[in-house]
T-cell receptor, first 115, second 115 residues
Framework: EPEVTQTPSHQVTQMGQEVILRCVPISNHLYFYWYRQILGQKVEFLVSFYNNEISEKSEIFDDQFSVERPDGSNFTLKIRSTKLEDSAMYFC?????????????FGPGTRLTVT | DQQVKQNSPSLSVQEGRISILNCDYTNSMFDYFLWYKKYPAEGPTFLISISSIKDKNEDGRFTVFLNKSAKHLSLHIVPSQPGDSAVYFCAASPAPPQGAQKLVFGQGTRLTINP
């Protein structure tokens, strides 16, 4: 069964450093997303991406964040200068608006720890 | 932001009985509702969804009910099995603009199935 994959599973970085989180969405999906979950809190939407551009972004997704689909398979989230409060689980998701509906399929997540 | 609320942080059910998880929402623009299941250290796994034009959707042991006038939905699992023990998230989405829609999640309900 096709699945969303994410690498790395755990990333530790120092405050102020840049990190890139990587995702491989399900191959025939057209819509891509990043969410995050700070420990003990809700899963929060960060950004959606379609047709090589951002469709929507949340207030969290400020100028320190960027997304890119550098080739036909990868989808990346870059945090330019990490802050302590960026520590969270980051989930990539993808979806396809076929007859199946609007379901988003999530990857296993990357745990980002900023020290 | 409490647009989607799951008021029960935890629920304990005996194996073989029915589990009922509840979710309320406030935004009348929500058009599509989903339930996800999450195990520790994994991403959310899609379970079942329902469009606002329906009031019930069933898939095997899982049934979702939607009451639009009350802005309430519920997930019924029957019979409950030990493998159902997980955190369950309710999520909602507005009618998607150009197809890429964000999901708004509830806080989650931890379901424990007791043998």
């Amino acid at each position: 069964e096709p699945e969303v994959t994410q690498t790395p599973s755990h990333q530790v970085t120092q405050m102020g450093q840049e990190v890139i989180l990587r995702c491989v969405p399900i191959s025939n999906h057209l819509y891509f997303y990043w969410y995050r979950q700070i420990l003990g809190q809700k899963v929060e939407f960060l950004v959606s991406f379609y047709n090589n551009e951002i469709s929507e972004k949340s207030e969290i997704f400020d100028d320190q964040f960027s997304v890119e689909r550098p080739d036909g398979s990868n989808f990346t989230l870059k945090i330019r200068s990490t802050k302590l409060e960026d520590s969270a689980m980051y989930f990539c998701a993808s979806s396809d608006l076929g007859l199946a509906g609007y379901e988003q399929y999530f990857g296993p997540g990357t745990r980002l720890t900023v020290t | 932001d409490q647009q989607v609320k799951q008021n029960s942080p935890s629920l304990s059910v005996q194996e073989g009985r029915i589990s009922i998880l509840n979710c309320d929402y406030t935004n009348s623009m929500f058009d599509y509702f989903l339930w996800y299941k999450k195990y520790p250290a994994e991403g959310p796994t899609f379970l079942i969804s329902i469009s606002s034009i329906k009031d019930k959707n069933e898939d095997g042991r899982f049934t979702v009910f939607l009451n639009k006038s009350a802005k309430h939905l519920s997930l019924h699992i029957v019979p409950s099995q030990p493998g159902d023990s997980a955190v369950y998230f309710c999520a909602a989405s507005p009618a998607p603009p150009q197809g890429a829609q964000k999901l708004v999640f509830g806080q989650g309900t931890r379901l424990t199935i007791n043998p």
